[in-house]
Protein backbone atom coordinates (compact mmCIF):
# COMPACT_ATOMS: atom_id res chain seq x y z
CA UNK A 1 0.00 0.00 0.00
CA UNK A 2 2.75 2.27 1.01
CA UNK A 3 4.65 1.74 -2.32
CA UNK A 4 1.58 2.37 -5.04
CA UNK A 5 1.14 5.82 -2.57
CA UNK A 6 4.15 6.83 -3.21
CA UNK A 7 4.58 5.93 -6.73
CA UNK A 8 0.93 7.32 -7.10
CA UNK A 9 2.04 10.67 -6.28
CA UNK A 10 5.53 10.68 -7.88
CA UNK A 11 4.19 9.80 -11.73
CA UNK A 12 1.26 11.84 -10.66
CA UNK A 13 3.51 14.66 -10.88
CA UNK A 14 4.73 14.03 -14.01
CA UNK A 15 1.65 15.09 -15.60
CA UNK A 16 -0.35 17.09 -13.58
CA UNK A 17 2.02 19.67 -14.01
CA UNK A 18 1.86 20.65 -18.10
CA UNK A 19 -1.23 21.87 -17.89
CA UNK A 20 -0.80 24.37 -15.12
CA UNK A 21 2.31 26.04 -16.67
CA UNK A 22 0.56 28.98 -18.78
CA UNK A 23 -0.62 30.28 -15.65
CA UNK A 24 2.30 29.44 -13.70
CA UNK A 25 4.39 31.52 -16.11
CA UNK A 26 1.79 34.21 -15.83
CA UNK A 27 2.26 34.67 -12.06
CA UNK A 28 5.82 34.12 -11.70
CA UNK A 29 7.40 35.18 -14.75
CA UNK A 30 9.96 33.28 -15.64
CA UNK A 31 11.53 34.31 -19.40
CA UNK A 32 10.93 32.01 -22.46
CA UNK A 33 12.48 28.96 -20.95
CA UNK A 34 10.49 28.96 -17.67
CA UNK A 35 7.78 26.41 -19.53
CA UNK A 36 9.92 23.73 -20.29
CA UNK A 37 12.25 24.18 -16.67
CA UNK A 38 8.93 23.71 -14.89
CA UNK A 39 8.61 20.24 -16.29
CA UNK A 40 12.44 19.86 -17.77
CA UNK A 41 13.77 20.35 -13.76
CA UNK A 42 11.59 17.56 -12.14
CA UNK A 43 12.51 14.68 -15.00
CA UNK A 44 16.20 15.83 -15.33
CA UNK A 45 16.95 15.24 -11.69
CA UNK A 46 14.74 11.84 -11.85
CA UNK A 47 16.90 10.88 -14.53
CA UNK A 48 20.37 12.01 -13.53
CA UNK A 49 20.06 10.20 -9.98
CA UNK A 50 17.59 6.99 -10.80
CA UNK A 51 21.08 4.92 -11.43
CA UNK A 52 22.47 6.04 -8.24
CA UNK A 53 18.89 5.97 -6.05
CA UNK A 54 18.97 2.00 -6.42
CA UNK A 55 21.98 1.50 -4.97
CA UNK A 56 21.58 3.32 -2.21
CA UNK A 57 18.90 1.24 -1.07
CA UNK A 58 21.81 -1.96 -1.56
CA UNK A 59 24.36 0.45 0.53
CA UNK A 60 21.33 1.47 3.36
CA UNK A 61 18.58 -0.92 3.54
CA UNK A 62 16.06 -0.50 1.15
CA UNK A 63 13.44 0.28 4.15
CA UNK A 64 15.49 3.36 5.42
CA UNK A 65 16.31 4.77 1.88
CA UNK A 66 12.49 4.23 1.09
CA UNK A 67 11.11 5.72 4.09
CA UNK A 68 13.69 8.72 3.56
CA UNK A 69 13.04 9.30 -0.17
CA UNK A 70 8.81 9.07 0.59
CA UNK A 71 9.17 12.11 3.51
CA UNK A 72 11.44 14.12 1.60
CA UNK A 73 9.09 13.88 -1.65
CA UNK A 74 6.55 15.23 0.96
CA UNK A 75 8.52 18.32 1.84
CA UNK A 76 9.40 19.06 -1.81
CA UNK A 77 6.38 19.04 -2.61
CA UNK A 78 5.49 21.37 0.21
CA UNK A 79 8.82 23.84 -1.07
CA UNK A 80 6.96 24.12 -4.48
CA UNK A 81 3.81 24.93 -3.04
CA UNK A 82 5.17 28.31 -1.44
CA UNK A 83 7.64 29.14 -4.19
CA UNK A 84 7.25 32.69 -4.11
CA UNK A 85 9.36 33.07 -7.22
CA UNK A 86 10.09 31.09 -10.50
CA UNK A 87 13.33 29.88 -9.77
CA UNK A 88 12.36 28.48 -6.37
CA UNK A 89 9.84 26.61 -7.87
CA UNK A 90 12.02 25.19 -10.59
CA UNK A 91 14.73 24.33 -7.51
CA UNK A 92 11.84 22.66 -5.64
CA UNK A 93 10.51 20.58 -8.82
CA UNK A 94 14.22 19.47 -9.12
CA UNK A 95 13.82 17.94 -5.58
CA UNK A 96 11.18 16.22 -6.09
CA UNK A 97 12.53 15.01 -9.04
CA UNK A 98 15.43 13.50 -6.83
CA UNK A 99 13.56 11.83 -4.21
CA UNK A 100 11.25 9.85 -7.12
CA UNK A 101 14.48 9.05 -8.46
CA UNK A 102 15.54 7.35 -5.37
CA UNK A 103 11.69 5.64 -4.67
CA UNK A 104 11.33 4.48 -7.94
CA UNK A 105 13.74 2.38 -8.28
CA UNK A 106 13.45 1.13 -4.79
CA UNK A 107 10.04 0.23 -5.11
CA UNK A 108 10.79 -2.02 -7.92
CA UNK A 109 13.87 -3.75 -5.86
CA UNK A 110 11.39 -4.24 -2.86
CA UNK A 111 8.41 -6.34 -5.32
CA UNK A 112 11.32 -8.28 -6.52
CA UNK A 113 12.82 -9.14 -2.87
CA UNK A 114 9.37 -9.33 -0.97
CA UNK A 115 7.69 -11.90 -4.25
CA UNK A 116 10.33 -14.47 -5.09
CA UNK A 117 7.42 -16.63 -7.00
CA UNK A 118 7.70 -14.90 -10.59
CA UNK A 119 3.71 -14.89 -10.64
CA UNK A 120 2.95 -13.52 -7.70
CA UNK A 121 5.79 -10.76 -8.46
CA UNK A 122 4.52 -10.38 -11.88
CA UNK A 123 1.14 -9.87 -9.90
CA UNK A 124 2.74 -7.09 -7.48
CA UNK A 125 4.39 -5.89 -10.88
CA UNK A 126 1.39 -5.45 -12.71
CA UNK A 127 -0.46 -3.43 -10.00
CA UNK A 128 2.91 -1.42 -9.57
CA UNK A 129 2.66 -0.44 -13.22
CA UNK A 130 -1.48 -0.12 -13.23
CA UNK A 131 -1.23 2.40 -10.23
CA UNK A 132 1.84 4.57 -12.20
CA UNK A 133 -0.07 4.21 -15.38
CA UNK A 134 -3.85 5.32 -14.04
CA UNK A 135 -2.05 8.40 -12.12
CA UNK A 136 -0.39 9.38 -15.72
CA UNK A 137 -4.30 9.30 -16.32
CA UNK A 138 -5.47 11.65 -13.58
CA UNK A 139 -3.04 13.80 -13.88
CA UNK A 140 -3.89 16.34 -16.57
CA UNK A 141 -8.04 16.04 -15.28
CA UNK A 142 -6.47 16.73 -11.90
CA UNK A 143 -4.24 19.09 -12.86
CA UNK A 144 -6.65 21.34 -14.28
CA UNK A 145 -9.43 20.76 -11.92
CA UNK A 146 -7.37 21.60 -8.71
CA UNK A 147 -5.52 25.49 -11.10
CA UNK A 148 -8.91 26.21 -11.49
CA UNK A 149 -10.47 25.88 -8.46
CA UNK A 150 -7.57 26.24 -5.40
CA UNK A 151 -5.06 27.81 -7.79
CA UNK A 152 -1.57 26.25 -9.47
CA UNK A 153 0.14 25.84 -5.37
CA UNK A 154 -2.69 22.97 -4.78
CA UNK A 155 -0.82 21.05 -7.13
CA UNK A 156 2.02 20.40 -4.90
CA UNK A 157 -0.45 20.72 -1.71
CA UNK A 158 -2.43 17.43 -2.81
CA UNK A 159 1.00 15.19 -2.28
CA UNK A 160 1.96 16.27 1.16
CA UNK A 161 -0.88 14.17 2.86
CA UNK A 162 -0.62 10.84 0.53
CA UNK A 163 2.81 11.60 1.03
CA UNK A 164 2.53 11.25 5.26
CA UNK A 165 0.33 7.50 4.53
CA UNK A 166 2.57 6.80 2.28
CA UNK A 167 5.50 7.09 4.98
CA UNK A 168 2.64 5.56 7.71
CA UNK A 169 2.59 2.67 5.43
CA UNK A 170 5.86 1.91 4.52
CA UNK A 171 6.94 2.48 8.45
CA UNK A 172 4.55 -0.10 9.64
CA UNK A 173 5.37 -2.75 6.76
CA UNK A 174 7.75 -5.68 7.87
CA UNK A 175 7.72 -6.45 4.27
CA UNK A 176 10.15 -4.19 3.23
CA UNK A 177 13.48 -5.29 3.08
CA UNK A 178 15.86 -3.45 5.36
CA UNK A 179 19.05 -5.00 5.33
CA UNK A 180 21.99 -2.88 4.19
CA UNK A 181 24.76 -4.58 2.57
CA UNK A 182 28.20 -4.04 1.56
CA UNK A 183 29.24 -1.35 -1.35
CA UNK A 184 29.96 2.19 -2.12
CA UNK A 185 27.91 4.51 -4.13
CA UNK A 186 30.07 5.86 -7.16
CA UNK A 187 29.88 9.06 -6.12
CA UNK A 188 32.38 10.34 -9.32
CA UNK A 189 30.28 8.84 -11.74
CA UNK A 190 27.61 10.26 -10.49
CA UNK A 191 29.13 13.48 -10.88
CA UNK A 192 29.90 13.21 -14.07
CA UNK A 193 26.51 11.76 -15.37
CA UNK A 194 24.66 14.54 -13.66
CA UNK A 195 27.24 16.62 -15.60
CA UNK A 196 26.33 14.97 -18.69
CA UNK A 197 22.65 15.58 -18.59
CA UNK A 198 22.54 19.05 -17.13
CA UNK A 199 24.77 20.29 -19.83
CA UNK A 200 23.28 18.54 -22.82
CA UNK A 201 20.10 20.09 -21.72
CA UNK A 202 20.99 23.37 -20.71
CA UNK A 203 22.19 23.17 -24.62
CA UNK A 204 18.65 22.35 -26.11
CA UNK A 205 16.50 24.31 -23.56
CA UNK A 206 18.70 27.41 -23.67
CA UNK A 207 20.19 27.13 -27.46
CA UNK A 208 17.29 28.03 -29.45
CA UNK A 209 16.94 31.56 -27.38
CA UNK A 210 20.28 32.59 -26.50
CA UNK A 211 21.57 31.56 -30.47
CA UNK A 212 23.24 28.30 -31.18
CA UNK A 213 26.66 29.76 -31.37
CA UNK A 214 26.54 31.79 -27.75
CA UNK A 215 29.26 30.93 -25.31
CA UNK A 216 26.90 29.71 -23.06
CA UNK A 217 25.83 26.96 -25.53
CA UNK A 218 28.71 26.27 -26.49
CA UNK A 219 30.09 25.67 -23.53
CA UNK A 220 26.91 23.64 -21.89
CA UNK A 221 27.85 21.16 -24.91
CA UNK A 222 31.10 20.80 -24.45
CA UNK A 223 30.61 20.06 -21.01
CA UNK A 224 28.22 17.11 -22.05
CA UNK A 225 30.50 15.93 -24.11
CA UNK A 226 33.61 16.10 -22.00
CA UNK A 227 32.10 14.47 -19.07
CA UNK A 228 30.23 11.32 -20.86
CA UNK A 229 33.73 10.58 -22.16
CA UNK A 230 34.83 10.56 -18.68
CA UNK A 231 31.85 8.62 -17.63
CA UNK A 232 32.46 6.02 -19.56
CA UNK A 233 36.09 5.77 -18.81
CA UNK A 234 35.30 5.76 -15.10
CA UNK A 235 32.62 3.00 -15.35
CA UNK A 236 35.09 1.04 -17.11
CA UNK A 237 37.94 2.19 -13.88
CA UNK A 238 35.95 1.72 -10.87
CA UNK A 239 35.11 -1.39 -8.98
CA UNK A 240 31.50 -0.23 -8.11
CA UNK A 241 30.05 1.22 -11.64
CA UNK A 242 26.39 2.48 -11.88
CA UNK A 243 26.48 0.55 -14.71
CA UNK A 244 27.37 -3.23 -13.94
CA UNK A 245 29.78 -4.13 -17.02
CA UNK A 246 27.62 -6.10 -19.88
CA UNK A 247 24.16 -4.55 -18.44
CA UNK A 248 23.38 -2.71 -21.54
CA UNK A 249 24.79 -5.26 -23.87
CA UNK A 250 21.61 -7.94 -22.93
CA UNK A 251 18.87 -7.58 -25.32
CA UNK A 252 16.18 -7.04 -23.21
CA UNK A 253 17.53 -4.39 -21.00
CA UNK A 254 19.15 -2.40 -24.42
CA UNK A 255 15.65 -3.01 -25.92
CA UNK A 256 13.41 -1.53 -22.54
CA UNK A 257 15.68 1.34 -22.55
CA UNK A 258 15.77 1.93 -25.90
CA UNK A 259 11.16 1.61 -26.12
CA UNK A 260 11.09 3.83 -23.08
CA UNK A 261 13.18 6.47 -24.14
CA UNK A 262 11.28 6.76 -27.45
CA UNK A 263 7.76 6.35 -25.95
CA UNK A 264 8.41 8.97 -23.17
CA UNK A 265 9.60 11.19 -25.56
CA UNK A 266 6.80 11.00 -28.11
CA UNK A 267 4.65 11.57 -24.94
CA UNK A 268 6.07 14.75 -23.61
CA UNK A 269 6.90 16.47 -26.71
CA UNK A 270 2.65 16.10 -27.94
CA UNK A 271 1.76 16.88 -24.44
CA UNK A 272 3.93 20.22 -24.40
CA UNK A 273 3.27 21.10 -27.37
CA UNK A 274 -0.48 20.80 -27.55
CA UNK A 275 -1.27 22.35 -24.23
CA UNK A 276 0.52 25.46 -25.39
CA UNK A 277 -1.48 24.90 -28.32
CA UNK A 278 -4.88 24.52 -26.82
CA UNK A 279 -4.40 27.46 -24.12
CA UNK A 280 -2.73 29.36 -25.89
CA UNK A 281 -3.85 29.43 -29.36
CA UNK A 282 -7.20 28.21 -28.74
CA UNK A 283 -7.59 30.13 -25.24
CA UNK A 284 -8.86 26.87 -23.07
CA UNK A 285 -8.99 26.74 -19.19
CA UNK A 286 -6.40 24.55 -17.54
CA UNK A 287 -9.83 22.19 -16.72
CA UNK A 288 -11.17 22.30 -20.68
CA UNK A 289 -7.42 21.47 -21.54
CA UNK A 290 -7.25 18.69 -18.72
CA UNK A 291 -10.75 17.40 -20.37
CA UNK A 292 -9.04 17.36 -23.51
CA UNK A 293 -5.73 14.97 -23.10
CA UNK A 294 -8.27 12.73 -21.47
CA UNK A 295 -8.15 9.97 -24.47
CA UNK A 296 -4.15 9.64 -24.02
CA UNK A 297 -4.22 9.66 -20.48
CA UNK A 298 -7.26 7.48 -20.17
CA UNK A 299 -5.87 4.77 -23.02
CA UNK A 300 -2.56 5.30 -20.70
CA UNK A 301 -4.40 4.07 -17.72
CA UNK A 302 -6.22 1.33 -19.36
CA UNK A 303 -3.12 -0.21 -21.08
CA UNK A 304 -0.96 -0.16 -17.93
CA UNK A 305 -3.86 -2.00 -16.77
CA UNK A 306 -3.96 -4.94 -19.02
CA UNK A 307 -0.46 -4.82 -20.18
CA UNK A 308 0.50 -8.02 -18.01
CA UNK A 309 -2.21 -9.91 -19.43
CA UNK A 310 -1.76 -8.77 -22.97
CA UNK A 311 2.00 -9.85 -22.68
CA UNK A 312 0.52 -13.16 -21.18
CA UNK A 313 -1.10 -13.98 -24.48
CA UNK A 314 1.17 -12.19 -26.67
CA UNK A 315 4.49 -12.84 -25.24
CA UNK A 316 6.81 -9.87 -24.39
CA UNK A 317 8.26 -9.14 -28.11
CA UNK A 318 5.09 -9.18 -29.26
CA UNK A 319 3.56 -6.67 -27.24
CA UNK A 320 6.23 -4.35 -27.29
CA UNK A 321 6.03 -4.18 -30.82
CA UNK A 322 1.86 -3.82 -30.83
CA UNK A 323 2.70 -0.89 -28.72
CA UNK A 324 5.17 0.90 -30.46
CA UNK A 325 2.87 0.39 -33.80
CA UNK A 326 0.12 2.16 -31.57
CA UNK A 327 2.18 4.84 -31.09
CA UNK A 328 3.63 5.14 -34.70
CA UNK A 329 -0.19 5.53 -35.90
CA UNK A 330 -1.13 7.42 -33.52
CA UNK A 331 1.61 10.34 -34.17
CA UNK A 332 0.94 10.21 -37.99
CA UNK A 333 -2.59 10.69 -37.01
CA UNK A 334 -1.70 13.51 -35.37
CA UNK A 335 0.03 14.78 -38.03
CA UNK A 336 -2.89 14.38 -40.87
CA UNK A 337 -5.55 15.95 -39.30
CA UNK A 338 -5.66 18.94 -41.05
CA UNK A 339 -5.54 22.66 -39.41
CA UNK A 340 -8.80 23.91 -37.92
CA UNK A 341 -10.49 20.44 -37.29
CA UNK A 342 -12.35 20.22 -33.82
CA UNK A 343 -10.21 19.29 -31.26
CA UNK A 344 -12.27 15.70 -30.81
CA UNK A 345 -10.48 14.56 -33.90
CA UNK A 346 -7.23 13.95 -31.88
CA UNK A 347 -9.10 11.97 -29.43
CA UNK A 348 -8.60 8.75 -31.36
CA UNK A 349 -4.99 9.28 -32.71
CA UNK A 350 -4.11 10.66 -28.42
CA UNK A 351 -5.37 7.22 -27.51
CA UNK A 352 -3.63 5.35 -30.14
CA UNK A 353 -0.31 7.13 -28.80
CA UNK A 354 -1.66 6.62 -24.75
CA UNK A 355 -2.17 2.67 -24.97
CA UNK A 356 1.07 2.18 -26.65
CA UNK A 357 3.35 3.88 -24.14
CA UNK A 358 2.39 0.67 -21.32
CA UNK A 359 2.54 -1.94 -24.23
CA UNK A 360 5.92 -1.16 -25.40
CA UNK A 361 7.56 -0.22 -21.81
CA UNK A 362 6.43 -0.12 -18.32
CA UNK A 363 5.35 -3.13 -16.46
CA UNK A 364 6.13 -5.20 -20.00
CA UNK A 365 9.90 -4.32 -20.19
CA UNK A 366 10.57 -4.69 -16.61
CA UNK A 367 8.92 -8.08 -16.97
CA UNK A 368 11.47 -9.01 -19.70
CA UNK A 369 14.60 -7.74 -17.66
CA UNK A 370 14.08 -9.29 -14.63
CA UNK A 371 13.19 -12.55 -16.51
CA UNK A 372 16.68 -11.70 -18.13
CA UNK A 373 19.61 -10.38 -16.10
CA UNK A 374 20.44 -11.70 -12.61
CA UNK A 375 19.04 -11.04 -8.98
CA UNK A 376 21.50 -8.98 -7.85
CA UNK A 377 21.17 -6.88 -11.53
CA UNK A 378 17.45 -6.20 -11.05
CA UNK A 379 17.70 -2.39 -9.11
CA UNK A 380 20.62 -1.82 -11.81
CA UNK A 381 18.60 -2.47 -14.30
CA UNK A 382 15.42 -1.03 -13.56
CA UNK A 383 17.37 2.08 -12.94
CA UNK A 384 18.72 1.83 -16.00
CA UNK A 385 15.36 1.63 -17.75
CA UNK A 386 14.18 4.60 -16.02
CA UNK A 387 16.82 6.81 -16.38
CA UNK A 388 16.57 6.38 -20.23
CA UNK A 389 12.27 6.81 -19.58
CA UNK A 390 12.93 9.81 -17.79
CA UNK A 391 15.60 11.33 -20.27
CA UNK A 392 13.19 10.57 -23.06
CA UNK A 393 11.11 12.99 -21.51
CA UNK A 394 13.57 15.41 -20.93
CA UNK A 395 14.61 15.53 -24.56
CA UNK A 396 11.23 15.52 -25.66
CA UNK A 397 10.14 18.73 -24.12
CA UNK A 398 13.16 20.01 -25.58
CA UNK A 399 12.85 19.01 -28.84
CA UNK A 400 9.26 19.97 -29.43
CA UNK A 401 10.43 23.55 -28.33
CA UNK A 402 12.67 23.44 -31.36
CA UNK A 403 11.03 21.80 -33.69
CA UNK A 404 7.88 23.42 -32.45
CA UNK A 405 8.53 27.51 -31.48
CA UNK A 406 6.01 29.62 -30.32
CA UNK A 407 5.18 32.96 -32.11
CA UNK A 408 3.33 34.98 -29.67
CA UNK A 409 0.88 32.44 -28.36
CA UNK A 410 0.24 30.31 -31.36
CA UNK A 411 2.75 27.35 -31.86
CA UNK A 412 4.06 27.04 -35.17
CA UNK A 413 3.58 23.93 -37.18
CA UNK A 414 2.93 21.14 -34.77
CA UNK A 415 3.75 18.32 -37.29
CA UNK A 416 7.02 18.83 -37.41
CA UNK A 417 7.19 17.88 -33.87
CA UNK A 418 4.61 14.71 -34.54
CA UNK A 419 6.89 13.69 -37.20
CA UNK A 420 10.24 13.52 -34.93
CA UNK A 421 8.37 11.13 -32.27
CA UNK A 422 7.21 8.93 -35.24
CA UNK A 423 10.28 8.38 -35.99
CA UNK A 424 11.90 7.50 -32.84
CA UNK A 425 9.12 4.91 -32.07
CA UNK A 426 10.03 3.29 -35.57
CA UNK A 427 13.57 3.65 -34.84
CA UNK A 428 12.44 1.63 -31.69
CA UNK A 429 9.98 -0.96 -33.61
CA UNK A 430 13.25 -1.56 -35.64
CA UNK A 431 15.58 -2.45 -32.11
CA UNK A 432 12.80 -4.66 -31.07
CA UNK A 433 12.48 -6.81 -34.17
CA UNK A 434 16.45 -7.02 -34.65
CA UNK A 435 18.12 -7.37 -30.80
CA UNK A 436 14.10 -9.63 -29.77
CA UNK A 437 15.06 -12.39 -32.04
CA UNK A 438 12.16 -15.39 -31.15
CA UNK A 439 15.49 -17.69 -32.01
CA UNK A 440 17.60 -15.96 -29.15
CA UNK A 441 14.75 -15.74 -26.51
CA UNK A 442 14.35 -19.58 -26.96
CA UNK A 443 18.46 -19.85 -26.55
CA UNK A 444 18.36 -18.23 -23.36
CA UNK A 445 15.15 -19.92 -22.02
CA UNK A 446 17.20 -23.62 -22.92
CA UNK A 447 19.80 -22.43 -21.02
CA UNK A 448 18.09 -21.22 -18.06
CA UNK A 449 16.56 -24.51 -17.95
Known amino acids: MGICAITFIIYLDTSIAPVAIPTITDRLGGGDTAAQWILDSYTLAFACLLLSGGLLGARFGTRRILLGGTAAFGLASVACAIAPTMNVLIAGRGLQGACAAVVVPLSIAALTENFPDPRARAKAIGIWGGTAGVALALGPLV ?222 AIAAMVNAVPTEWVGAASGAMNTFRQFGAVFGVAIAAIASPRVGSEVTSMSATFAIAALGALAGVIMTVVALRPSKAKERRGQAT
Open 143 to 364: GGVLVSSAGWQSLFWINAPIALGAWIALRMSRRVESVARRGKVDVIGQVFFVAVGAGATLALVEGPHQGWTHPFGLFATAVAAAALMLFVWWERRTETPMLPPGLLRIPEVFVACAVNFFGLFGLYGVLFILTLHLQGALGLSPMETGLQFLPLFGAIGAGSLGASYVAGRLGIRATMLVGLGSICVGLLGLMSIPAGMPFAVYGVALALLGIGIPLSGGVV
